[in-house]
C-alpha cells in the first residue's frame, strides 16, 4: 500500500455505521490510530448508544488496527478532538460526516426540525474542526473533509433544511481552504451516495446492499493522505465507483452601460445572453467573480 497514515491520528465523526464505518475501517487497514467517534442517536437525532461505536473499534482491533471510541456528540467537538489528543498525543485528520435528517415540506417544517439539523452537520463540523484547527496550523499539517449531499448542491424536495447545511458546508470547506493553505491544511468536501440507514427508506433494498459505503472512502481516503499535497477546496462527487469533481460554470453574460442607468426591461430584453451557457467561464475565486463587475466600473 502507497498511501499510508502510520503515526497519523485520524478522526470521524459518526462512525459507529454508514459511510463513517467504513471510512474508519479504510484508515485503520492503512495504519492510522483512529478516533471512532458516534453519539448512537436515531436517524432523525433522538436517543444516545455507546455500542455503534464501540463495535467499529473492536472490528478494527480485531484486524490489528489501533482505535478508540468516542461517544460525544459532535456538538462538543473540543471532546473529541480531545479524546484524540489524550490517546494519541496529536490529531492529523478530521472526517465531519456525522449526520441526521428530519425531512419534511418546507410549510410542515418546524423550528426544531431546522435547527437540529443546522446543529448536527454545520455546527458540529465547526466545533470539531475549530478544536483541531490550532493544532493542525502549530503542526504544519492536517486533512479536513465535509460531507456534502447532493441534496445541497441541487435542492431536494422535503430537504431544505439539510440542504441549507450541506451547501453551507461546502462554503465553509472552501474558506478554510484558502486560510489553511500556508499551514499545509488542506480542506475537500465530498457528496457521496450509499447504501445506509439513512437512504435505506428512499432507495430500494437492492440498491441499498450494492451501493456499499465501501465505494466512497477510497476518494476519501486519498484526499486526507500525505500524497495529496496540493488538492483543496474541492467538490466531489462520489458513489458506487463513480467519482467527479464538480465546479462553478459562469454564462458569458451581459453588461449594461450604466453611465446612463439602465433597468428591468432591458434585462428582459439581455435575458438569453445571461443565461447562455455558451463559451461560459469556471471562475474560481472571488477576484474571478469580481473581475468583470468591476472592468465595468472603470469602463463607466
Ligand atoms: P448513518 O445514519 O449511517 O450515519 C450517520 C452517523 O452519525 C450515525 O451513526 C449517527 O449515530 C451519527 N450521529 C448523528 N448525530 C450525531 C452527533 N450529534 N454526534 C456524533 N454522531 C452523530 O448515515 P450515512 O449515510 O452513513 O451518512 C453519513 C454522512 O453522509 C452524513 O453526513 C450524511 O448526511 C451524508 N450523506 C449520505 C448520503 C448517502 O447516500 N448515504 C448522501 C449524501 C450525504
Known amino acids: 500500500m502507497t498511501i499510508r497514515f502510520d503515526d497519523r491520528v485520524v478522526i470521524i465523526t459518526g462512525a459507529g455505521g454508514g459511510l463513517g464505518r467504513a471510512h474508519a475501517l479504510a484508515f485503520a487497514a492503512r495504519g492510522a490510530k483512529v478516533v471512532v467517534n458516534d453519539l448512537g442517536s436515531s436517524a432523525i437525532g433522538t436517543g444516545a448508544s455507546h455500542s455503534p461505536a464501540q463495535l467499529v473499534v473492536d472490528a478494527i482491533i480485531a484486524h490489528g488496527g489501533e482505535a478508540v471510541a468516542n461517544y460525544d456528540s459532535v456538538s462538543d467537538g473540543d471532546k473529541i478532538v480531545q479524546a484524540a489528543l489524550d490517546n494519541f498525543g496529536r490529531v492529523d485528520v478530521v472526517v465531519n460526516n456525522a449526520g441526521i435528517l428530519r425531512d419534511k415540506s418546507f410549510a410542515k417544517m418546524s423550528d426544531e426540525d431546522w435547527d437540529l439539523v443546522y446543529r448536527v452537520h454545520v455546527e458540529g463540523a465547526y466545533k470539531v474542526t475549530k478544536a483541531a484547527w490550532e493544532p493542525m496550523r502549530n503542526q504544519q499539517y492536517g486533512r479536513i473533509i465535509m460531507t456534502a449531499s447532493a441534496a445541497g448542491i441541487y435542492g431536494n424536495f422535503g430537504q431544505a433544511n439539510y440542504a441549507m447545511a450541506k451547501l453551507g458546508l461546502h462554503g465553509f470547506a472552501q474558506t478554510l481552504a484558502l486560510e489553511g493553505r500556508s499551514r499545509n491544511i488542506l ?43 496540493e488538492h483543496t477546496g474541492g467538490l466531489y462527487e462520489v458513489g458506487a465507483g463513480f467519482i467527479a469533481k464538480l465546479r462553478w460554470e459562469r454564462s458569458r453574460g451581459q453588461t449594461f452601460d450604466i453611465s446612463g442607468g439602465f433597468d428591468a426591461d432591458a434585462v428582459a430584453e439581455a435575458w438569453d445572453r445571461i443565461s447562455d451557457f455558451t463559451d461560459a467561464t469556471h471562475p474560481g475565486s472571488t477576484q474571478d467573480s469580481f473581475t468583470q463587475i468591476f472592468a465595468n466600473l472603470q469602463a463607466d
Open 187 to 229: 480542506v475537500n468536501t465530498i457528496a457521496p451516495v450509499a447504501g445506509s440507514r439513512m437512504t435505506e427508506t428512499i432507495f430500494t433494498p437492492e440498491m441499498v446492499a450494492k451501493l456499499k459505503p465501501e465505494f466512497v472512502s477510497p476518494l476519501l481516503v486519498w484526499l486526507a493522505s500525505e500524497a495529496n499535497q
